[in-house]
């Protein structure tokens, strides 16, 4: 099945700094989603992309289907970005998970 | 519902009883899956339904563990005989079309069920 890498597993950031983190799909996807797990266990969508660039304030995500990765970026960060992204990839009729990037932004 | 409901929140039981986890969808969503998460770790894809057929359990880790959709809407997990093990976040997620559809496949989760075996 597919397998779906994350970098970097953590990431440690002052407030206000930009930050990048990828995932990385062993076969190509047609589909993918960005989620952020907050300190309280919630599974938060951010986005659902197939491929090019979608926008949501501060936090953007580009896809490149062919090159099976995605980029996740975060813009101005605040204290509430910490927690863990996950991306996730079809596989068959379901999702598979990274083991995600753990960002924390301190004050 | 206007999310995915799950219940109970929380589940403390000891080793060797059975427990099951409920799971209710979006309305209108005909795919549920059920997932797993290890701390530390990604959710890991345990069985998934379309209405109230299964359509794989290969992430089942074994035959203690086993769901059903009987109406195409709630959702139930069951797991007989705990073990320390098995104690993790189950999640359950909806979406309105097969995951990873172009236009229905996005998954809602719900916010899960600890569950922690003595």
């Known amino acids: 099945g597919i397998q779906v890498e994350q970098s970097p597993p953590d990431l440690i950031l002052q407030e206000g700094a930009n930050s990048t983190l990828r995932c990385n799909f062993s076969?190509?996807?047609?589909?993918l989603q960005w989620f952020h797990q907050n300190p309280w266990g919630q599974l938060i969508n951010l986005f659902y992309?197939?491929?090019g660039t979608k926008q949501n304030g501060r936090l953007s995500a580009t896809t490149v289907a062919t090159e099976r990765y995605s980029l996740l970026y975060i813009s101005s960060s605040q204290t509430t970005d910490s927690g863990v992204y996950f991306c996730?990839?079809?596989?068959?009729?379901?999702?598979?998970f990274g083991a995600g990037t753990r960002l924390t932004v301190k004050p | 519902g206007a999310g995915v409901s799950q219940s109970p929140r929380y589940k403390v039981t000891k080793r060797g009883q059975d427990v099951a986890l409920r799971c209710d969808p979006i309305s209108g969503h005909v795919s549920l899956y059920w997932y797993r998460q290890a701390l530390g770790q990604g959710p890991e894809f345990l069985t998934y339904?379309?209405?109230?057929?299964?359509?794989?359990k290969s992430g089942l880790p074994n035959d203690r563990f086993s769901a059903e959709r009987p109406e195409g809407s709630i959702s139930t997990l069951t797991i007989q005989r705990t073990e320390q093990r098995d104690s993790a976040m189950y999640r359950c997620?909806?979406?309105?079309?097969?995951?990873?559809?172009?236009?229905?496949?996005?998954?809602?989760f719900g916010e899960g069920s600890r569950l922690t075996v003595l």
């Open positions: 076969d190509s996807v047609n589909n």
């Open positions: 339904f379309n209405y109230e057929a299964q359509q794989d």
């Open positions: 992309i197939p491929s």
């Open positions: 996730a990839g079809p596989h068959n009729n379901d999702m598979r």
């Open positions: 997620a909806s979406s309105l079309g097969l995951a990873g559809g172009f236009d229905t496949g996005e998954l809602f």
